[in-house]
C-alpha cells in the first residue's frame, strides 16, 4: 500500500491537558513520523483546580497564561510546533464544571453560538486540510461542558468545512475500551499502596470508555511512553503523574492508570483495510486528494 506522502491531523480539545492524557502518545509518534499534527484547544482552563500549594494562588487569567505556558511545555515534549488557541488566547473562557454559575457566564465557551465558534475553527481547517480529526463524542467523554462545546463545535466546522472546499476524510472519538480499562484499574487496586494517592478513580471516572466494539484504532504508544508522561507532568497545575510514570491523578487526587496505546473509534469516513483495528489513523488514505471536497 502507498503511505500518503502528506500526513495532517488536527485535534481538537477542551482545555490545556487534555491532549496530553488523551492522545499524547499518538501526536508524540505522528510529530516523530513527520506528520503535521496541529491541536486547537478551545479554551486555557483558567476556572481548573490547582495541585500544587505554591501555584494556587493563580486562578483567572493568570492562571489561563500559566496554562499556555504548560500547554507550550507539553507541546515541545511532544515534538508539536502546531498548536493554537481557538480564536486566540481567551477567546473562550472555561466554562468550568457542569452545573456551576459558571456556565452561565456569557464569555464562556458553552455560551459561545456553535456556528459562530465552528466558523472560528474552519480557516484552521481549511488551511492545515488534515486528513484526520479528533475530537470527543458528543458527551465530551465526560460530561463537562466545555468537552461537549469542543465536540460541537469540531463536529460543526467539518461540516462546514466541507462546503468550503475540504472535506476530512476520517474523524475519530476518543475511547478507551471498557475491558482495557477495567483490566488497568484492577491492577491498579494492588499497586496502590506503592502510589503517592490515597484512592484510586472508577473506570466511569474516564473519559470516552465504550464496549470494546466500538473500538476501531488502536495506536501503540509504547515508544513514546517517555515523551506523554513529560507532557502531563508539564501540566503541572493539572496533572500529578505517579514515580514510575504508570499512573496519574488529577485535582481530585484518585489514581488512574496512564494509557501509553491510545484508542479510537472511526465515526466518519472508511477505515482502512485489514483484520482487526486499524492501527494508523491514516490507514486506508493513499492519495492527497482524499479530502478534496
Ligand atoms: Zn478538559
Not at 482552563?45 to 500549594?53: K, L, Q, S, T, Y
Not at 486566540?88 to 473562557?93: E, L, S, V
Not at 496502590?192 to 474516564?206: E, I, N
Amino acid at each position: 500500500m502507498t503511505e500518503l506522502p502528506d500526513r495532517r491531523l488536527l485535534l481538537v480539545h477542551a482545555h490545556p491537558d487534555d491532549e496530553s492524557i488523551n492522545n499524547g502518545a499518538t501526536m508524540a509518534r505522528y510529530a516523530a513520523e513527520g506528520a503535521r499534527v496541529t491541536v486547537v484547544t478551545c479554551t486555557l482552563g483558567e476556572r481548573g483546580e490547582v495541585i500544587p500549594a505554591e501555584l494556587r494562588h493563580l486562578a483567572g487569567a493568570a492562571l489561563g497564561a500559566h496554562r499556555l505556558g504548560e500547554l507550550t511545555a507539553a507541546m515541545a515534549e511532544l515534538g508539536v510546533t502546531d498548536f493554537r488557541l481557538l480564536g486566540g488566547a481567551g477567546r473562550y473562557g472555561d466554562s468550568g464544571m457542569m452545573g456551576l454559575p459558571d456556565n452561565d457566564d456569557p464569555a464562556c465557551f458553552w455560551q459561545a453560538d456553535v456556528d459562530e465558534a465552528a466558523a472560528v475553527l474552519v480557516p484552521v481547517i481549511l488551511e492545515v486540510r488534515p486528513q484526520v480529526v479528533v475530537a470527543y463524542d458528543d458527551n465530551g467523554g465526560y460530561g463537562h461542558p466545555d468537552h461537549i462545546q469542543a465536540h460541537r463545535v469540531a463536529l460543526r466546522a467539518v461540516e462546514l468545512a466541507a462546503e468550503a472546499g475540504w472535506t476530512v476524510p476520517k474523524v475519530y472519538f476518543n475511547r478507551v475500551p471498557r475491558s482495557v480499562a477495567e483490566a488497568a484499574f484492577a491492577r491498579l487496586q494492588s499497586e496502590l499502596p506503592g502510589l503517592p494517592f490515597a484512592k484510586s478513580a472508577a473506570v466511569d471516572d474516564v473519559p470516552g470508555v465504550v464496549p470494546d466494539e466500538r473500538i476501531t484504532t488502536e495506536i501503540d504508544g509504547t515508544a513514546y511512553a517517555t515523551a506523554k508522561a513529560a507532557a502531563m507532568r508539564a501540566h503541572a497545575t493539572q496533572i500529578e503523574v505517579a514515580p514510575g510514570e504508570r499512573h496519574f491523578a488529577l485535582s481530585n487526587e484518585l489514581a488512574q492508570p496512564l494509557f501509553t496505546t491510545e484508542y479510537y473509534e472511526l465515526v466518519r469516513g472508511d477505515a482502512g483495510d485489514g483484520d482487526g483495528p486499524e492501527t494508523d489513523l491514516f490507514a486506508g488514505l493513499r492519495t492527497e486528494t482524499d479530502g478534496v471536497a
